[in-house]
Each structure stands twice: as C-alpha cells, then as structure tokens.
C-alpha cells in the first residue's frame, strides 16, 4: 500500500518509478521538466560505484581539510587586516591626517585599559588622554614630546580592528589627544601628531594658557582635487607653526620648523620599505608589532607569517609610491646623514637642549629601535651619540618646567 502511494506521488511529480523487480542500478532516471524537454542520466551501476568505509572516509576527510582550510584563510585575512589596519597611518602606509576640533559635552567611553603616566615635575594641571598604537611612529612622536616635558597623560591602547575606545571621534586614525578641563563642556580634541605637539607647546611658551582657543589657530582646510577622478582634499594650517600671537618667526624657529616638515614628508616614508625588505626583517618586524600590540597568542603568530607576507610584498609598491632607490637602506642612511649634517657639532639640533625637530626625529625612529633597519643605521651612520643623547633627555624629562 505505501509502495503504490509512492509511485502515485512520484507519477504526478513527473518520475518514472521503477517496479520493485527492476535494477534500480541499471535503469536510466527520467526527468520530465516540460512536456518536451527530457534529461536522462548517466546509467548508475555497482560496477561505476562501490559506496565502501575507506570511500565515506575518504569523504570526509576532504569536506573537513577543504572546511578547515577555508575557515583558516578567512581568519587569517582578518588577523592580518587588523595588523595592517594598526598600521595603518602608523608606519607610513596612511598618512591621512585631521585638524583639532571642540568638543563640547562629548561622551568619551570607558577603555577597558588606561595607563596613568604620573610625573611629578607637571604643573601644568592639563588632563591628557593619548589614545595611541603602541607601536605608531606619529604617536612615539607625541610621547617623546609629552615625556620629555614632563607632562602627565593618560594612555589608551586603540584595539586596531574594532577601534571601540574611539567610538566618540569621527576621526578613526590615530594618535588622538583628548584634553578634559575643569567644566563639564570643556573637552578639546587633537587629532594630528604635528598639530598635538604645535598646540602644546603654544600652550606652554604663550601667556594666554587657553588650550581652546590655541588649538582653533590649526582650522582644517578642504579643497576639491583635479581631473577625472576629483576628490576631497583636506590639509591643515600651521601644523608645524608655534602660535605666539606676535608676526614673524625667528631663524632659529624656521629652520626648526623646516625639519619637522621633513619628518612627516621624508623621514617617515622610508621606513616600510626598511623593516620589510627582506622576509626576515618582515617577520621581525611583525612579531615586534604582534609583541606590543593587543593581540592574543594565535593572532600575534599569524601575524609573523602571514601579516610579514603580505607588508614584504606592499613594501614593493611603497618603494616605487615614494620614489626610493633599490637599495632602500642608502636611503635611510642618506635620512640620517641629512639630519646629522643639519645638527652639525651641536649636542642637538636645538643647541644645548633638544628642540621640537629633535623630538620629532627622535620619536619616529624610536619605533623600530631594535630592528635589523635601526641597527643598521646606527652601525652606518654616526646618528647614534645624537639619539642616545636625546633619549636620555627625553626619559629624563629635561622639558619639565
């Protein structure tokens, strides 16, 4: 009875159902998708097919390697876009910057970790929050500038792929400062690394201690780029500019303000292509960014490999984007020589003390300290008195007032 209900069920849906007498293994299998249209397959035999235990292993064995393999790929690309995503902005890969901005009644989250930098020789009262990668040379950039005046800042470590600690901001890059004042609406927020350390330093050289009203002196600037493929273009005023509300600049502050300019437009470019030029410098660095970053055990392995892969092959593009010779390490050896020469047999480039152009220079290469690029270029260069000069003035907190 269930078996003639079958066939009936099977007739109307088109299928010719086979009598229980019949080969079903030797028959062909009719598929009626119109009134004239007919597909028939190829004959199934026990000869064509054995359906055995090593076969169904066999099987599975596959779907689950084939699984894996592509569950693997899947997570070791978004492991990699969260190590290039840290970098991003950091090593010279996005240099995209913004302007300082108010923020009035802004609510900032609550990062799961801050470390408080406490120095005694602060008497600024300024409440800082440097929400930073650890490993970013714009951001070893505003540290080198805070440390050696002796500031007191907080630090937020920005986990690189979620980005939750700068949910608040617009501005998704890094480093971002974060002034609180007394009042409730009295939160300003700095965004450019060279803009971070301007706007400090008026604050402490100028007689008006107003930080709101110094960094409105740094507006952002927008224009529409040419040709077919227009697009926004956003630059900022006097980013390397000390505002001391009187006209002019002396020789000392141009000249000092011209190298700070070479930091940003020269200095940083040439370090990608140093620290992956080869795949061991590759994996070097990447196990230095995986070590200092926030990444847990697996992630920080797959970097090594898999991140250190892909930045060796974007180090390529790098060299050709920004015009580097083949031999990139003459290139930072020359970096090294321009700045030497210009600090001349001066302790510094500032003289007696370090100057904004010392701390900048400084900051950027104490990011690779420690890699095969650096050593390298202490080894072949005389730049190496000079950054454990100034090192030392930095942890010291000569600045401090």
């Not at 009719?30 to 097919?49: A, D, G, M, P, V």
Request: net charge positive.
């Amino acid at each position: 009875m269930a078996a003639s209900r079958c066939r009936y069920f099977l007739r109307c849906a088109g299928l010719n159902m086979p009598r229980p007498r019949q080969n079903f293994m030797e028959i062909h299998h009719e598929i009626f998708f119109s009134q004239c249209r007919q597909l028939s397959f190829y004959k199934f035999s026990t000869k064509n097919f054995k359906l055995t235990r090593s076969t169904c292993l066999l099987g599975s064995l596959i779907t689950i390697g084939s699984t894996a393999t592509i569950a693997g790929i899947s997570w070791s690309r978004s492991v990699y876009k969260r190590a290039s995503s840290a970098l991003d902005g950091s090593l010279g890969i996005g240099l995209a910057q913004s302007s300082s901005v108010l923020l009035p009644g802004v609510s900032f989250i609550q990062a799961r970790e801050v470390e408080h930098i406490t120095r005694q020789t602060d008497t600024t009262g300024l409440k800082l929050t440097l929400y930073q990668y650890q490993v970013c040379p714009f951001c070893c950039k505003v540290r080198a500038f805070l440390d050696y005046h002796g500031l007191s800042y907080n630090i937020v470590e920005v986990d690189p792929i979620f980005r939750k600690e700068i949910k608040f901001s617009e501005y998704r890059k890094v480093p971002i400062l974060v002034y609180e004042g007394p009042e409730e609406d009295d939160q300003v927020q700095m965004n450019d690394s060279s803009v971070i350390i301007s706007a400090l330093k008026s604050f402490l050289v100028a007689d008006n201690k107003d930080l709101r009203q110094i960094v409105t002196f740094f507006p952002k600037i927008e224009s529409q780029s040419g040709g077919w493929m227009s697009r926004k273009v956003v630059e900022y005023a006097n980013r390397h500019e000390i505002m001391l509300g009187i006209p002019g600049r002396t020789k000392e502050m141009k000249r000092e303000r011209k190298w700070r300019i070479w930091v940003d437009d020269v200095l940083v470019h040439n370090l990608p292509p140093n620290i992956y030029r080869t795949w061991k410098e590759a994996v070097q660095a990447f196990s230095y960014i995986a070590e200092k970053a926030n990444f847990n055990s697996w992630e920080k392995y797959v970097i090594q490999y898999v991140g250190a892969l892909g930045m060796y092959f974007v180090s390529k593009k790098l060299k050709k984007k920004y015009n580097l010779p083949d031999d990139v390490r003459s290139s930072l050896y020359n970096a090294a020589n321009d700045w030497m020469k210009s600090v001349g047999n001066k302790d510094f480039h500032g003289g007696v003390e370090p100057n904004m152009a010392d701390l900048a220079v400084y900051g950027v290469l104490s990011s690779i300290e420690g890699l095969d690029a650096f050593n390298d270029m202490v080894s072949e260069t005389n730049i190496g008195p000079w950054y454990h000069r100034t090192k030392d003035a930095v942890v010291n907190h000569r600045g401090a007032k």
